[in-house]
């Protein structure tokens, strides 16, 4: 076989190997480029689950707020009656 044909087929296989080394770094980069992308969704999906959580404390927090601001005037009501109860018994 001639030298230029041996030549030839050197820097076939070294381009061939080159292009096999780029095709494996491009598949690594798309693996972790979809493991990036899974991640992000889970955290999307787990910050909209926060976020519901964190709204339904702030209504239940909102809704015992309201409880006690009644409770207040209900107590000073029963103990008004209770000293009545007391200065006339």
Do not use: C, F
């Not at 979809?34 to 519901?52: G, I, W």
């Amino acid at each position: 076989m001639s030298e230029i044909i041996k030549d030839s087929l050197a820097r076939l296989g070294a381009a061939l190997d080159r292009l096999d080394a780029a095709a494996l770094r491009h598949a690594d980069g798309d693996r972790a480029r979809m493991t990036l992308e899974a991640e992000l969704n889970l955290m999307r999906e787990d910050r909209h689950q926060l976020a519901r959580l964190l709204d339904e404390e702030k209504t239940a927090r909102a809704e015992a707020d309201s409880g006690l601001s009644e409770l207040g005037p209900r107590i000073d009501r029963a103990i008004a009656a209770i000293r009545q109860g007391m200065a006339e018994g």
